[in-house]
C-alpha cells in the first residue's frame, strides 16, 4: 500500500495477534513507532493481546509504560486488556494493581476479567472475595462472572462454594449453560462426587456435550470406578466421540482391577472403530534449535548422557520416599518393567525437557 493509515495497521496487527503470529504484531506495533504514525487505543489493544498470547510480560510492562504516557490508562477496555495480559504472563499482583488504580471507573467486563486471573491462578478464594465485593458495589454479574467464580472454585477444590453459587445462578435471572454445567459437573467429580455429577449431567434441560462426560470419565479414572465409567463412555461413543483418551482412561481402570480380558476388549473396540493413540511427545530448544522426545526416544545423539541424567534424578527422588504409581502401565508386566516404562515416557518429571536442559547445563 501507498497509503497507510491508523486503520490499516491497526487490522494487520490485530489478525497477527489474534492468528498465532504474536511476534510479527509485537513487531510490526514497533515499525509503526518508527514510521512516524501514532498508535491509539485500538493498536494498544492488538499489541496487548500478542503479549498476552506470548506470555511476554517485558514488552506487556513496556506498552503498558506507553499507555500511562499517552494517558490512555482512563480507557476502561485498554484497563481489563492490562489485567488480562498481566494475569496471562503469571503476574496476577500486577493485574490486581491495575484493577484497584482504576477505582470507580470499573465496569462489568473489568470484574469478570479480574475475578477469571484469580481462578487462572488457583487463588480461589480471592475470586470469591472478589466476587462479594461487586455483589456489594451493585454490579450485576452475568453468565461469565459465574462461569469465572465457578472455574475459581474447580481450580482451588471448593466445592460447597461451587456448589452454592451454582444454585443462586437464578437469583441473578442468569441461565446456566452448557459450560457452567461443566464446570461443575468437574468440581464434583474431582472431589469424588460422581453420583451428584451424573445426577446432574441427567437433570439438564439441554443436550450434554462431550466435554461432559469426559470430565466425569476422567473422575472415574481418578477413583477407579468402573460401572460409572462404563457408562460415561457408552455415552461418548453414542455421540459418536472417536477420542483415543477416552478408551484409554477406560482401560486404565481396568488394569487398576486387574480385569485384562477388558483391556483387550477396549483395544479390540478401538481397533474396529479405527481409534488411533497418538504417541506423547516433548520438546526442548537449546541453543536455537529445537528437539523432539517420544516415551522411550533413543534418537537424539546424546541420548545414553540424558537417561543416565534421568537414572541418576530417578535414584535420588527415591530415597526421599518417591514410588512410582505403576497403576497406569496398560500391560500385563512385572513391577519393575512397569516403573521403567513410567521412567522413560516422554512427560515423566517433565523429561526430556528438563532433563536434555540439564545435560546441556542450560538448568
Not at 8 to 18: E, K
Not at 43 to 67: P, R, Y
Not at 155 to 168: K, P, Q, S, Y
Not at 270 to 283: A, L
Request: hydrophobic share 40%; with cysteine.
Amino acid at each position: 500500500m501507498q497509503l497507510r493509515d491508523i486503520a490499516s495497521w491497526n487490522s494487520l496487527i490485530f489478525g497477527l495477534a489474534q492468528g498465532s503470529q504474536a511476534s510479527e504484531a509485537l513487531d510490526l506495533f514497533k515499525r509503526m513507532e518508527v514510521e512516524g504514525l501514532k498508535p491509539n487505543e485500538v493498536t494498544v489493544m492488538g499489541v496487548l493481546s500478542a503479549c498476552s498470547n506470548m506470555g511476554d510480560f517485558k514488552e506487556g510492562e513496556k506498552i503498558h509504560g506507553f499507555i500511562r504516557n499517552q494517558k490512555l490508562d482512563i480507557n476502561v477496555q485498554i484497563c481489563s486488556a492490562l489485567i488480562d495480559m498481566y494475569a496471562d504472563c503469571g503476574f496476577v499482583d500486577k493485574a490486581y494493581g491495575v484493577f484497584d488504580n482504576m477505582g470507580y471507573r470499573k465496569c462489568l467486563v473489568t470484574w469478570n476479567t479480574m475475578i477469571m486471573a484469580f481462578a487462572r491462578d488457583g487463588d480461589g478464594h480471592k475470586a470469591l472475595k472478589l466476587f462479594e465485593q461487586m455483589e456489594k458495589a451493585g454490579v450485576q454479574p452475568d453468565a461469565v462472572t459465574y462461569l469465572a467464580v465457578l472455574s475459581a472454585c474447580n481450580h482451588a477444590g471448593l466445592v460447597e462454594d461451587g456448589v452454592r453459587l451454582f444454585n443462586t445462578m437464578g437469583k441473578h435471572e442468569v441461565k446456566p449453560n452448557v459450560k457452567h454445567y461443566e464446570s461443575l459437573v468437574d468440581l464434583l467429580g474431582r472431589a469424588g462426587r460422581l453420583k451428584e455429577a451424573y445426577n446432574l449431567i441427567n437433570s439438564m434441560s439441554m443436550v450434554p456435550d462431550v466435554v461432559l462426560w469426559q470430565s466425569l470419565l476422567g473422575a472415574c479414572r481418578i477413583y477407579k470406578d468402573v460401572e460409572m465409567a462404563e457408562i460415561a463412555l457408552r455415552k461418548l461413543v453414542e455421540m459418536g466421540s472417536n477420542n483415543c483418551g477416552d478408551f484409554v482412561l477406560l482401560s486404565n481402570i481396568y488394569v487398576v482391577h486387574e480385569r485384562w480380558n477388558d483391556v483387550g476388549r477396549v483395544r479390540d473396540a478401538m481397533k474396529n472403530r479405527e481409534v488411533k493413540k497418538v504417541p506423547d511427545f516433548s520438546y526442548m530448544e537449546v541453543d536455537g534449535s529445537r528437539h523432539k522426545f517420544f516415551t522411550g526416544d533413543k534418537s537424539n545423539a546424546r541420548w545414553k548422557e540424558i537417561y543416565s541424567k534421568l537414572d541418576e534424578i530417578r535414584f535420588k527422588i527415591k530415597e526421599l520416599g518417591y514410588v512410582a504409581e505403576t497403576s497406569c502401565v496398560l500391560h500385563d508386566i512385572g513391577e519393575e518393567e512397569k516403573e521403567n516404562q513410567l521412567c522413560y515416557h516422554s512427560e515423566k518429571l517433565a523429561v526430556p525437557r528438563v532433563n536434555f536442559g540439564l545435560v546441556n547445563g542450560n538448568l
